[in-house]
């Protein structure tokens, strides 16, 4: 199983990007797919997560409104659209596979991690 995140970089307050992350290894469909960032001298945190068919999303309180999670099921990619950027939002982001129909909040609930794409977000 791969996870292939991208989509980082540096954006001033008030910005916007858009995180990518794709999956391959995997039967489509079934899982729950999530997103985490770990800022520097903090532990990870949960972001948002989406059931791959998309019905039942979760956000973190510190994103809700701003972020938005979503999948596309032909290209096997999640996204995490980054809107009204804030200082607070610089960190590395993760995402990660859970096989189970749950969204769960937690590290150890996800089986499978990609890489970390890393967000500047400037004052």
């Known amino acids: 199983v791969q996870l292939q995140a991208s989509g980082g970089g540096l954006v001033q307050a008030g910005g916007s990007l858009r995180l990518s992350c794709a999956v391959s290894?995997?039967?489509?469909?079934?899982?729950?797919m999530g997103w985490f960032r770990q800022a520097p001298g903090k532990e990870r945190e949960f972001v948002a997560g989406?059931?791959?068919?998309?019905?039942?999303?979760d956000y973190a309180d510190s994103v809700k409104g701003r972020f938005t999670i979503s999948s596309d099921d032909a290209r096997n990619t999640v996204y995490l659209q980054m809107n009204s950027l804030k200082p607070e939002d610089t960190a590395d982001y993760y995402c990660?596979?859970?096989?189970?129909?749950?969204?769960?909040?937690?590290?150890?609930?996800?089986?499978?991690w990609g890489q970390g794409t890393q967000v500047t977000v400037s004052s």
């Open positions: 990660a596979v859970d096989r189970t129909y749950y969204i769960g909040r937690t590290e150890n609930e996800y089986d499978y």
């Open positions: 989406i059931h791959w068919r998309g019905f039942i999303r």
């Open positions: 290894g995997l039967p489509f469909g079934g899982y729950v």
